[in-house]
Nanobody, 121 residues
Framework: QVQLVESGGGLVQAGGSLTLSCATSGRTLSMYAMGWIRQAPGKEREFVGGINRSGGTYYVDSVRGRFTISRDNAKNMVYLQMNSLKPEDTAVYYC???????????????WGLGTQVTVSS
């Protein structure tokens, strides 16, 4: 059992940067793979990227090279650094925990409530 709370969302101009944080509590963070998933209005939830228990990362093609995921198990924190933001990145971003890193959103067992990211043109 783990509780997740996202923060750091907001309004930014295209080309700007934003860092999202995920604060965790409950079970030891190092036990979980962590994913970042986003949902734009009218669309299904979409896996963005994730980090496994040992720190390895994976990103979808649309964000690779622009987004960076990191974790600090000692601080119970997971981060999503977003650079060169585009209007199509606008969505609610969720932090999620699961047994392993997966591109399937259904693979994640625990979810935060999300934080809004809006990128203006």
């Amino acid at each position: 059992q783990v509780q997740l709370v996202e923060s750091g969302g907001g309004l930014v101009q295209a080309g700007g940067s934003l860092t999202l944080s995920c604060a965790t509590s409950g079970r030891t963070l190092s036990m979980y793979a962590m994913g970042w998933i986003r949902q734009a209005p009218g669309k299904e939830r979409e896996f963005v990227g994730g980090i496994n228990r040992s720190g390895g990362t994976y990103y979808v093609d649309s964000v690779r090279g622009r987004f960076t995921i990191s974790r600090d198990n000692a601080k119970n924190m997971v981060y999503l650094q977003m650079n060169s933001l585009k209007p199509e990145d606008t969505a609610v971003y969720y932090c999620a925990a699961g047994d392993m890193l997966s591109v399937r959103v259904r693979a994640y067992d625990y979810w935060g409530l999300g934080t809004q990211v809006t990128v203006s043109s």
